[in-house]
Structure formats: C-alpha cells, structure tokens
T-cell receptor, first 108, second 112 residues
Framework: AQRVTQPEKLLSVFKGAPVELKCNYS??????LFWYVQYSRQRLQLLLR??SRESIKGFTADLNKGETSFHLKKPFAQEEDSAMYYC??????????FGSGTRLLVRP | DAMVIQNPRYQVTQFGKPVTLSCSQT?????MYWYQQKSSQAPKLLFH???????NEADTPDNFQSRRPNTSFCFLDIRSPGLGDAAMYLC???????????FGSGTRLTVV
C-alpha cells in the first residue's frame, strides 16, 4: 500500500541548529515526492519537489530509493522556518498522498 | 491575488443539516481536489475531478458529494453532517496532476 510516514509530530531546535525532518515512503512504482509547508494561518504551499533537486529557503531533500526516504534538511534553522511540514507522494494516478506532518519549532 | 479561493473560511452547521463548501480557481487548472484534514492528521483525499470526470476515493462516505459545474468552480456537499465530519476541508488544483498542487486556504467546518 502507498504510504508516507513522518515519524516526528514535533521537532524543536534552536536558531542556527541543523534541521532534519524525516520522511519515509512506501510505494511500488517510481514515486514523485514533495515537501509542503504551512505557516501559521496560511495555506499549504509547495516547498520543493525531488525531481527539481533545488534548494528553497535553504532547505534541500534527497530521494534515497534504497532507504525509501526523502528527508528534509537545512543546515542552519531560522525562527521564520517554524511551521508545519508535510511530506507527500504523488502516485501514478496523479493523486497526492500526505504524511501526517511534523511541526518544526525554532526557538530563539 | 489568491488563485484558489475557498468560501467560507469558517462554516458552522447543525447536525444533519446539509452544507455546501465552495472552491473557485483562476488558474485554469483541469484537475480539482477535495481533501479532509482532521486535527493532527494528514490531509485525506476525498475525491477529485479530472476535467469533468469525477473520481471518488473508495473510502469516502456516501454522505459526501461533489459538483463541478465548470472549470473554475467545484463544490463539496455534505448531505447530513455528523459530528465526525468536523474538519478542515482543503481544495486544491493542478494541471494534469503534474507539478505541485495549489491549495486554497481551507474551510473549517464545525458541526453543532
């Protein structure tokens, strides 16, 4: 079955510390993976896609097919990074399947 | 310049009283989705329209229906809301399911 797992409900770090938000997936085909972010009182928005191999707001994510993971990383967290982060998988029928999300709290 | 607009932002309805949530988009995307998100849970896909074709998820209750009168608008109808239907309802759009989805701000439904 297709599944996206985010094992941490909450991740709390201090400003300037490295961040890694974990995401593991279960999918029989070749997945397309995304990270979405939701800042307080704002809509869900796309942060990055694995096929773009881009860095957005200092965040990167690498697809590791061997470990079926797509962890989100940032070397130095900022307070404005505090938000809810969702990992998502797009299946072959173009449906987006979300993980349960991780709340990132960056303390000053 | 919101591109996916959901109305209302907050909706309170009575137990068993039909309610309709609306979504409109200015992106001319051909695919529109409705997700249900309960507190501390992942958004769960209810159904989507690919052009005019309606696609229901297998576990979406019959109580939930949808209409898409044209490309720009999509409605979520809950025929007899129960207390368990209280949630945030998210509308999203995409072009052919590709790239990232664009989400609306959501409608928070309360059932009293």
């Amino acid at each position: 079955a297709q599944r996206v797992t985010q094992p941490e409900k909450l991740l709390s770090v201090f400003k300037g510390a490295p961040v890694e938000l974990k995401c593991n997936y279960s999918y029989s085909g070749s997945p397309e993976l995304f990270w979405y972010v939701q800042y307080s009182r704002q809509r869900l928005q796309l942060l990055l896609r694995h096929i773009s191999r881009e860095s957005i707001k200092g965040f990167t994510a690498d697809l590791n097919k061997g470990e079926t993971s797509f962890h989100l990383k940032k070397p130095f967290a900022q307070e404005e990074d505090s938000a809810m982060y969702y990992c998502a998988l797009r299946d072959s029928s173009y449906k987006l399947i979300f993980g349960s999300g991780t709340r990132l709290l960056v303390r000053p | 310049d919101a591109m996916v607009i959901q109305n209302p932002r907050y909706q309170v309805t009575q137990f068993g009283k039909p309610v309709t949530l609306s979504c409109s988009q200015t992106l001319n995307h051909n695919v529109m989705y409705w997700y249900q998100q309960k507190s501390s849970q992942a958004p769960k896909l209810l159904f989507h329209y690919y052009d005019k074709d309606f696609n229901n998820e297998a576990d979406t209750p019959d109580n939930f229906q949808s209409r898409r009168p044209n490309t720009s608008f999509c409605f979520l109808d809950i025929r007899s809301p129960g207390l368990g239907d209280a949630a945030m309802y998210l509308c999203a759009t995409s072009r052919d399911g590709n790239y990232g989805y664009t989400f609306g701000s959501g409608t928070r439904l309360t059932v009293v």
